[in-house]
């Protein structure tokens, strides 16, 4: 799909003494100063430690947060640097901009095998612009550009596109790799059977996923806040639960698509339901789906549902989970998400493949104690993997340079 070229596909030459300007996502949670979840820190390592060992001088750019094109402490990248200084195991600089005359003495003054952190990007509103002036700026910096942010190359952004304009070689980080390699030969040559597992809240969100999914899966498994919208598209009633009346239409015809394509597009059988939400000394109680009493609302799938998409999942040799098939943030809604990230990593170690398409059903099984080996491959892109699997042409990948 994309032939790309990668950090090895560079001559030593290119890299010793070399300036690389590499976009990250460091878009990492913070509260009050410390950074919370470090997976996309660790995630763009092995990258990074590939061109310290190769005598780069590493220049590190990534967004934070939503600024809104104006320096805001509360979005700054500092602490970030500091968390990841620990990490690495090495120093990493921070310089309190990404554009300008300061930080370009500052990184001529940087000897090969060091780091540097320039401050978040988004400070500047031409970032997201795309803006040429400051895409040209950015590209001064350097004379390698590496993208290994997959989770922003769905966005046609200076960073991550514009720049690429002013500075060649422009090649793929490893993280940026992987993705391509793992998302792109499940769309292409998945080994069968392939069940896709769709969940999260809203059909809006997810209409195009599921159109490319049910064109390439054997099975679609539809959990989630979303599976309502069918369900009371087929008549099924759905008492208080999330449904999205304007989308039953779209529902109907993903349906007649399965059925058209052979594809098993298969439901939740029952729901766990509670009557208030908000009154957490509730227990839900499973209830057949399609006859959820006008007062309730379904808020995870049932244990027959569980069970039952369990076994489609044992049955096959890949699988694809894209969003939390209940409110698993809450603990008495995330039996079902449970049930699916146990059945996937039996999965994997009987010598399927699995493969977590990012967001929160990579939250979620980090939160249920899984670690990344546990499975075939974790996505780190939330907008960027679904995009990736709606077969659409990410503007980051697109422009780096074709082997
Ligand atoms: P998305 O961002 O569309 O993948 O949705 C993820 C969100 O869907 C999570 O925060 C879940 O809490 C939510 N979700 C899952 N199941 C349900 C449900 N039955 N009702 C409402 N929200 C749900």
New binding site residues.
């Given amino acids: 799909m994309y032939e790309i070229i990668g950090l090895e596909d560079l001559r030593p030459e290119q890299i010793q003494n070399k300036r690389v300007f590499v976009r990250v996502d460091f878009n990492v949670p913070i509260q009050n100063g410390q950074v919370g979840d470090i997976t996309r820190l660790r995630a763009s390592l092995p990258s990074i430690q590939y061109l310290i060992k190769n005598k780069a001088i590493v220049i590190l750019a990534s967004h934070l947060g939503r600024p809104k094109g104006k320096p805001n402490s509360e979005f700054s990248l500092k602490p970030v640097a500091k968390a990841f200084e620990q990490i690495l195991g090495q120093s990493v600089s921070f310089f309190p901009d990404c554009i300008g005359a300061d930080v370009k003495d500052a990184i001529h003054k940087l000897s090969p095998g060091s780091v540097c952190l320039l401050e978040n990007l988004r400070f500047y509103a031409q970032e997201e612009a795309n803006d040429e002036a400051f895409s040209k700026e950015l590209a001064s910096l350097a004379e390698v550009y590496v993208n290994d942010a997959f989770g922003t190359a769905h966005r046609a952004h200076s960073s991550t596109v514009g720049i690429v304009k002013f500075l060649r070689p422009a090649i793929a980080g490893f993280l940026m790799e992987k993705e391509i390699r793992e998302l792109g030969s499940l769309l292409s040559r998945p080994e069968r059977p392939f069940t896709s597992i769709i969940?999260?809240?809203?059909v809006s969100?997810?209409i195009d996923i599921l159109s490319s999914l049910i064109d390439k899966s054997d099975v679609v498994l539809v959990?989630?806040?979303?599976?309502?919208t069918f369900i009371k598209a087929q008549g099924g009633k759905i008492g208080q639960?999330?449904c999205e009346d304007d989308k039953m239409k779209v529902a109907l015809e993903l349906i007649e698509q399965a059925r058209k394509k052979g594809t098993a597009l298969i439901f939740p059988q029952d729901?766990l339901c509670v009557n208030n939400f908000d009154d957490k000394s509730e227990n839900p109680q499973p209830i057949l789906a399609g006859q959820i009493p006008d007062n309730m609302?379904?808020?995870?799938i049932g244990p027959i549902s569980s069970e039952n998409f369990a076994r489609y999942i044992s049955e096959s040799k890949t699988v694809l989970w894209?969003?939390?098939?209940?409110?698993?943030?809450d603990s008495r809604?995330a039996s079902g998400s449970k049930a699916i990230a146990a059945a996937l990593v039996k999965l994997q170690k009987n010598g399927g493949k699995t493969i977590i398409g990012g967001?929160?059903?990579a939250a979620a099984v980090a939160g249920f104690g899984y670690h990344d080996n546990d499975f075939g491959h974790i996505s780190t892109g939330g907008g960027a993997s679904l995009e990736f699997l709606e077969g659409k042409i990410l503007p980051g990948i697109e422009v780096l340079d074709k082997a």
Avoid at 297 to 300: F, K, L, R, S, Y
Avoid at 322 to 329: A, D, L, Q
């Fill in positions: 969940g999260g809240s809203k969100s997810k959990g989630g806040g979303m599976s309502y639960s999330l729901n609302t379904g808020c995870d894209n969003g939390p098939v209940g409110i698993f943030e809604f967001g929160d059903s």
